[in-house]
């Protein structure tokens, strides 16, 4: 999914830093589903929707929620008249989503890619950049936080629950297969353990 962003800038709205580096892009996107937000704080049906969306994402993200957040990452595409518009906006909406910096010609090369017309617009993608949905606006006020399963079933997403908690820090360093190896070993370990003890109980009975 960082390929989508290469040589491009995402701003982090928790501090408003940018996420710029291959590293810190891949960390941020990787294995994720990922959603291209369309909208403005000025636009009244992206006024009546962005909420819905904030406790779409709050709900699978944040820790008061659920216990461990869900494999999703959510960048907004600002159609605000002025960069004043668009931080005012984002001060109300999740710390966890990243945007595209005011005034990037990013945006409309992400209009036309993704055939972006009207907003608000949510488009889902797969890690590797296919779409899962073109919009997924009617889909979320339909369903709610239940439709991020479809997606996830979808996306082929490697569950983060194999991975040990100690693993976290480094999963952008590990193999996107490394905790499929894991589990696989320790399988592997529990069956070799089995046949021993089998053997050394056939050995003592005889």
């Not at 494999?71 to 907004?76: A, F």
């Not at 608000?120 to 991020?148: D, H, S, T, W, Y």
């Amino acid at each position: 999914m960082a390929a989508l962003f290469t040589g491009k800038v995402l701003m982090a709205n928790r501090e408003r830093d940018e996420v710029e580096t291959e590293r810190e892009l891949g960390r941020a996107l990787e294995n994720k589903v990922l959603l291209l937000y369309f909208g403005s704080g000025q636009c009244p049906r992206c006024r009546q929707f962005s909420p819905l969306l904030k406790d779409f994402f709050l709900r699978l993200t944040d820790e008061f929620y659920v216990e461990r957040a869900s494999q999703l990452v959510l960048v907004y595409v600002s159609r605000d008249e002025t960069e004043e518009q668009q931080s005012a906006f984002l001060r109300t909406m999740p710390k966890r989503w990243l945007a595209v910096p005011f005034g990037d010609t990013f945006k409309r090369e992400l209009e036309l890619r993704f055939a972006v017309s009207e907003v608000p617009a949510v488009v889902v993608l797969k890690p590797n950049g296919e779409v899962i949905v073109g919009n997924a606006v009617e889909e979320i006020r339909r369903m709610g936080p239940a439709c991020f399963r479809n997606w996830q079933e979808a996306a082929e997403l490697v569950d983060r629950n194999f991975l040990l908690a100690e693993d976290f820090d480094d999963w952008s360093r590990r193999s996107i297969t490394d905790p499929i190896r894991r589990l696989k070993y320790k399988l592997d370990k529990k069956t070799e353990m089995k046949n021993k003890e089998r053997k050394e109980e056939g050995e003592e009975s005889s």
